[in-house]
C-alpha cells in the first residue's frame, strides 16, 4: 500500500509542475476571472439600462386637479412595493373624445405607453392589454383606492398625522433564518457543480496523449496501474485547488470592494469558517469521484476525437446529478434525502446544502469517509479495466482488481 502511494505521489507531482510551469496555465487561471467580471458588469450596466427603458407607463387622462391624489398617492405606495415598481404616470389632457383618445395614446410608437386610465377617482378606467389578474391592474387599483381615502378625509377636514411604527430589531428570526440559510444551500451547491464541471471534465482527455506516445505502457511496466490513476487525480486535484483558491481570493478582495463591503450575506448554520473548510473538502471529493470516473471512461478512449463524443453525454450525467442534489436539497431527512447524501456522485451537493441548513458535524465526518471510500473503489475498477481492456494484461477484471 505505502509503495502504490509513493509511486502515486511521483507521478501527482510530475503532472503537477508540468502542468503549473506551463504557459497555458495563468490563462487557465485568468481567464474564468475576466470573464465574470466583464459579465458581471455587463449584466449590471444592461439590467440598469433594461429597467429605465422598460419601466411601464401609464397615461393619466385627467386635469391638474384630478391628477394631483393619484400621483399623491403613488408616492406614498412607492416604499412599499420595492422591486415591484409602481408603473410611471404621465399626465395627458382630457380631449374631446376621451376613449379615442386613450387608443390613439397606445397607438403612439414615442410614447411607450402599457395602458391609459381616465375618468379621474370617481369612475376609473384602464385601456389597455391587461387581464384582470395583471400586477398593474392592481397597482392601478391601490393608487386609485388610495386617493379615495386622501380625498374622502380631506373633504371630511380630517387630517391623520403619519404613522411611524416603532421597530424592535432582533437578531435573527427562525422564518427569515431558515429562508436564508436556504438560499446559502442553493449557493452552496450551484457553486460545487459549475466548479466541479468547470474543471473535472479535463480528466477525459488525461491519457489519451500518453497512449498515443507510449508513455504509459513505460509508466505501468514500472509502477502499478492505479498508482498511474491516483497520481494523475492528486496532480489535477492539486492544480484545480490552486485555480479555485485564486478564484477564491479574487472573489473576496471583489466582495471587499462591493458597497457594504458583502454583508448581508446569509450565513450558513456551521459558521462561515466552517462552510468554507467544508467547501474546499467537498470540493475535493466532489472532483476526485468524478475525476476517478472520468479518468476510467477516457481511458478507455483512444482519440481526442472520442473523448469530444463521451463530452455531452458525461456532462448530461453531471447534470442530472445536480438537479437530484438540489431537489432533495432542504429535505435531508427524507427518503430523496437520505438517497442523494448515500449516492456517492449526488453526495458531497447534498451534504454541502446540509451544512449550510443544520449545524450539527458528525455527518460530515461520515460523508467524507463514505466519499472517500468510493473513490477507492472506483479508481480500482478503472485502473482493472485499463489493465484488461486497453494494456491488454491480466486474466480478468476481478483478478486484476485484487492486483490493485
Same mark, same amino acid.
Given at each position: 500500500m505505502m509503495g502504490t502511494f509513493k509511486a502515486a505521489s511521483v507521478i501527482a507531482r510530475r503532472d503537477f509542475d508540468a502542468t503549473v510551469r506551463s504557459r497555458t496555465f495563468a490563462i487557465f487561471l485568468l481567464f474564468p476571472v475576466i470573464m465574470i467580471a466583464i459579465t458581471f458588469g455587463f449584466g449590471t450596466m444592461s439590467a440598469k439600462m433594461e429597467r429605465q427603458e422598460n419601466r411601464p407607463r401609464i397615461a393619466v387622462i385627467a386635469s391638474d386637479a384630478d391628477f394631483a391624489p393619484i400621483a399623491a398617492a403613488r408616492e406614498r405606495l412607492r416604499p412599499a412595493f420595492?422591486?415591484?415598481?409602481?408603473?410611471?404616470?404621465?399626465?395627458?389632457?382630457?380631449?374631446?373624445?376621451? @376613449? @379615442?383618445?386613450?387608443?390613439?395614446?397606445?397607438?403612439?410608437?414615442?410614447k411607450r405607453l402599457v395602458g391609459v386610465l381616465s375618468g379621474?377617482?370617481?369612475?376609473? /378606467?384602464?385601456?389597455?392589454?391587461?387581464? /384582470?389578474? @395583471?400586477?398593474?391592474?392592481?397597482?392601478?387599483?391601490?393608487?386609485?383606492?388610495?386617493?379615495?381615502?386622501?380625498?374622502?378625509?380631506?373633504?371630511?377636514?380630517?387630517?391623520?398625522?403619519?404613522?411611524?411604527? @416603532?421597530?424592535?430589531?432582533?437578531?435573527?428570526?427562525?422564518?427569515?433564518?431558515?429562508? &436564508?440559510?436556504?438560499?446559502?444551500?442553493?449557493?452552496?451547491?450551484?457553486?460545487?457543480?459549475?466548479?466541479?464541471?468547470?474543471?473535472?471534465?479535463?480528466?477525459?482527455? &488525461?491519457?489519451?496523449?500518453?497512449?498515443?506516445?507510449?508513455?504509459?505502457?513505460?509508466?505501468?511496466?514500472?509502477?502499478? $496501474?492505479?498508482?498511474?490513476f491516483f497520481g494523475k487525480l492528486g496532480a489535477m486535484l492539486a492544480v484545480s485547488l490552486t485555480g479555485l483558491a485564486v478564484w477564491v481570493g479574487s472573489a473576496i478582495i471583489a466582495v471587499h470592494f462591493l458597497?457594504?463591503?458583502?454583508?448581508?450575506?446569509?450565513?450558513?448554520?456551521?459558521?462561515?469558517?466552517?462552510?468554507?473548510?467544508?467547501?474546499?473538502?467537498?470540493?475535493?471529493?466532489?472532483?476526485?469521484?468524478?475525476?476517478?470516473?472520468?479518468?476510467?471512461?477516457? +481511458?478507455?478512449? +483512444? +482519440?481526442?476525437?472520442?473523448?469530444?463524443?463521451?463530452?455531452?453525454?458525461?456532462?448530461?450525467?453531471?447534470?442530472?446529478?445536480?438537479?437530484?442534489?438540489?431537489?432533495?436539497a432542504g429535505a435531508f431527512n427524507s427518503l430523496m434525502g437520505i438517497s442523494a447524501a448515500i449516492f456517492p456522485f449526488s453526495s458531497p451537493m447534498m451534504m454541502i446544502a446540509r451544512a449550510a441548513e443544520t449545524p450539527e458535524l458528525w455527518t460530515h465526518a461520515l460523508a467524507l469517509l463514505w466519499q472517500a471510500a468510493? $473513490?477507492?473503489?472506483?479508481?480500482?475498477?478503472?485502473?482493472?479495466?485499463?489493465?484488461?481492456?486497453?494494456?491488454?494484461?491480466?486474466?480478468?477484471?476481478?483478478?486484476a482488481f485484487g492486483r490493485g
Open positions: 420595492r422591486e415591484y415598481d409602481l408603473p410611471e404616470l404621465v399626465r395627458e389632457t382630457p380631449d374631446y373624445d376621451v @376613449d @379615442d383618445q386613450a387608443k390613439t395614446l397606445l397607438a403612439a410608437a414615442d379621474g377617482i370617481a369612475h376609473p /378606467r384602464l385601456t389597455g392589454a391587461f387581464d /384582470r389578474d @395583471d400586477r398593474l391592474v392592481h397597482q392601478v387599483e391601490a393608487m386609485v383606492v388610495r386617493a379615495r381615502q386622501e380625498s374622502a378625509l380631506v373633504a371630511a377636514h380630517v387630517t391623520l398625522p403619519p404613522v411611524a411604527v @416603532d421597530l424592535v430589531k432582533t437578531e435573527q428570526s427562525a422564518g427569515a433564518l431558515a429562508a &436564508n440559510r436556504s438560499t446559502t444551500a442553493r449557493v452552496g451547491q450551484w457553486l460545487l457543480f459549475m466548479v466541479t464541471v468547470l474543471l473535472a471534465s479535463m480528466l477525459l482527455s &488525461n491519457l489519451v496523449e500518453e497512449k498515443s506516445n507510449k508513455i504509459i505502457e513505460v509508466l505501468a511496466a514500472a509502477i502499478p $496501474v492505479d498508482a498511474i458597497p457594504g463591503g458583502g454583508a448581508g450575506l446569509p450565513e450558513p448554520a456551521v459558521g462561515w469558517p466552517v462552510f468554507i473548510a467544508l467547501g474546499f473538502l467537498y470540493f475535493a471529493m466532489n472532483y476526485l469521484l468524478l475525476g476517478a470516473l472520468f479518468l476510467g471512461i477516457g +481511458s478507455q478512449a +483512444s +482519440s481526442a476525437r472520442e473523448v469530444q463524443s463521451i463530452s455531452m453525454p458525461v456532462t448530461i450525467g453531471q447534470v442530472i446529478i445536480f438537479l437530484f442534489a438540489s431537489a432533495a468510493w $473513490v477507492w473503489i472506483i479508481v480500482q475498477f478503472a485502473s482493472a479495466f485499463f489493465r484488461r481492456h486497453v494494456l491488454k494484461s491480466g486474466g480478468t477484471a476481478a483478478a
